[in-house]
């Protein structure tokens, strides 16, 4: 049986800053917290095993529900799948407090993230250490979440709209700096966290944010902006690192979207309101501007365009845009 990660890493056998920077520790860490993810999860370790970059552990986080603490580790011993161990998060509860949780108990010179209803490409870390090697100035490695359809690809949500479902196909052509990573599907190094802290446990989602009651969300974007000003170094976007992200069949209702729609509206406008612009970066919403004038010159007459051929599609999509760039635009001014 292969040794355990921590133990490898103090005998030398895994090293750290010191090491080859082809062949950096990695540390993956997954959070969750209800029972009905279970199946998804083992879904997901098994794409992490099947990855082409083997120098990694994963550390699964749970809390709330001790049935799935207990089931993920039986699954594991019966996988004899090494390095992932599954830690009980007692609280506080939270994306953003588990995450935490999992960052100080991590061996590894990179941390990478991922949602516990994706799944990883065999790549996937591969490409990640490949784009931190490639360049000491980078400090956060980032990439397209694919959307995975319960019932099948649908056509009447924009591309540009796909972050209402936590994915990404609204594509950066290529490689490029980015204001922030994508919270789906990000990394690190470890220094970020050693010299900026930890993720804000005020923000991202908890019990309360997905039933409504709590909007704050984007902790991934608040903690990116950190780094950036703080440290100096860049954060990338590499079309490669993908992953697929799983899209349910309530998150294309009416309600989910209203709802995911003024929890990001609210979110970025509390971000600029505590940030202004402070950040030695052009503008901390530029990014959202950019979508907006995107949504504004490209996709709006497209859709219009759209009515004399397939006029049931064009009116469904006129009626997803349409609103929430009024909403978005009313909430970031």
């Not at 099948?152 to 290529?174: R, T, V």
């Not at 969300?217 to 992953?243: A, C, H, Q, W």
Request: charged share 25%; hydrophobic share 35%.
């Amino acid at each position: 049986m292969q040794e355990p990660f921590s133990s490898m890493l103090s005998k030398g056998g895994i090293k750290g800053k010191s090491m080859n920077a082809t062949n950096p520790p990695l540390s993956i860490v997954v959070a969750s917290y209800t029972i009905e993810r279970f199946d998804d999860l083992t879904e997901l370790l098994d794409s992490l095993q099947a990855q082409t970059y083997r120098n990694f552990e994963t550390l699964v986080v749970t809390e709330r529900s001790t049935e799935l603490y207990n089931r993920l580790r039986a699954y594991i011993e019966e996988k004899a799948y090494p390095n992932t161990p599954v830690l009980f998060n007692p609280g506080p509860w939270g994306l953003s407090s588990s995450r935490n949780f999992g960052i100080e108990r991590a061996n590894g010179e990179i941390i990478v993230f991922i949602d516990d209803d994706a799944l990883a490409l065999p790549d996937w870390l591969e490409e990640i250490v490949k784009t931190y090697s490639n360049d000491e100035s980078v400090i956060g490695v980032t990439g397209p979440a694919l959307p995975l359809w319960e019932d099948g690809p649908i056509d009447w949500l924009p591309e540009e709209f796909y972050w209402i479902i936590s994915c990404m196909s609204y594509k950066w052509a290529d490689k490029g700096e980015v204001r922030n990573v994508w919270g789906t599907n990000m990394s690190f190094r470890r220094e970020a966290f050693d010299q900026c802290g930890i993720f804000s446990p005020h923000l991202g989602l908890n019990e309360d944010s997905e039933s409504g009651r709590h909007g704050l969300v984007n902790e991934e974007t608040e903690f990116s902006i950190r780094v950036r000003d703080k440290t100096g170094l860049r954060i990338v976007y590499n079309p490669n690192m993908r992953i697929k992200h799983r899209v349910y069949r309530y998150r294309l209702s009416r309600q989910f979207i209203s709802r995911r729609a003024y929890q990001e509206g609210y979110s970025k406008a509390m971000l600029k309101k505590l940030r202004g612009n402070s950040s030695e970066h052009s503008s901390v919403l530029a990014t959202e501007y950019s979508l907006l004038r995107r949504i504004f010159v490209k996709l709006l007459p497209s859709i219009l365009k759209g009515f004399f051929k397939n006029p049931i599609i064009s009116w469904r999509k006129l009626q997803v845009t349409f609103p929430q760039y009024l909403f978005r635009v009313s909430q970031m001014l």
